[in-house]
């Protein structure tokens, strides 16, 4: 009887992973989708091979101040302005 409940207790962990793991992917398209309108249609973003890997946040100092997020992908790193 203990087995059995130890053995359910483990199917339910990995669907549990497989579903946060799911969610993430979605939240990493959903976001690369964000960026891709933000830059228009004159930049493939979207690909098979790119995943979102970090989205970071940075100021870029010139003669004004202008706080922008980044998207950093596996093949190139994109800075996009806050709308």
């Given at each position: 009887?203990?087995a059995l ?12 992973d497989a579903?946060n ?7 990493n398209?959903?976001?690369?989708i964000?960026v ?9 973003l ?8 970090r ?8 003669s004004?101040?202008?706080c922008m ?5 596996d093949?190139?790193v994109?800075a996009v302005?806050?709308?």
């Amino acid at each position: 009887m203990l087995a059995l409940l130890f053995a359910a207790i483990g199917k339910i962990k990995l669907i549990a992973d497989a579903v946060n793991e799911s969610k993430r992917a979605l939240e990493n398209l959903t976001t690369m989708i964000s960026v891709q309108n933000r830059l228009g249609s004159d930049f493939d973003l979207i690909a098979p091979h790119r995943h979102l890997v970090r989205k970071l946040h940075f100021t870029l100092t010139a003669s004004f101040h202008l706080c922008m997020p980044s998207a950093q992908f596996d093949s190139l790193v994109l800075a996009v302005p806050v709308p």
